[in-house]
């Protein structure tokens, strides 16, 4: 992909690792990263929980791949265009490794 493509600054979070008393893990976000990106938000979904329509978009975010970026997961955070996306899976985009794509998600609770 060329650099002119990757316009969109994202960065990355990751949770604290801070177990509370019941050993679950708690804690803020602390940034990991941040890079350049190519984010191409998905048409828009609803779907009914507990009774109430929950407004889901998706998006696609693409970046270079790198020993950082590698290293996500699928409990970290993605921010891009002022607002925090779940990353809900992590694939190469193309056959060299050179780039991964995000499959993202934000709205409706997460």
């Known amino acids: ?11 990355f ?5 801070t177990p ?15 890079v350049w990106g190519n984010v191409r938000e998905t048409s828009g979904k609803e779907r009914v929980a507990a009774g109430s329509v929950e407004n889901v978009r998706t998006a696609t975010i693409r970046i270079r791949s790198s020993v950082q970026a590698r290293g996500l997961t699928e409990a970290d955070q993605a921010v891009a265009r002022g607002e925090t996306w779940n990353i809900r899976g ?20 997460q």
């Not at 992909?1 to 960065?11: D, F």
């Not at 979070?13 to 690792?17: I, L, M, T, Y």
């Not at 509370?20 to 941040?34: H, K, R, S």
Request: proline share 2%.
């Open 13 to 17: 979070n990751r949770q604290a690792e």
């Open 1 to 11: 992909m060329r650099a002119g493509k990757l316009r969109h600054l994202v960065a």
């Open 90 to 109: 992590i694939a190469n985009a193309d056959d060299q490794g050179a780039m991964l794509d995000l499959l993202v998600e934000t709205g409706g609770g």
């Open 20 to 34: 509370d008393a019941y050993g679950n893990v708690t804690g803020a976000f602390e940034p990991l990263f941040t």
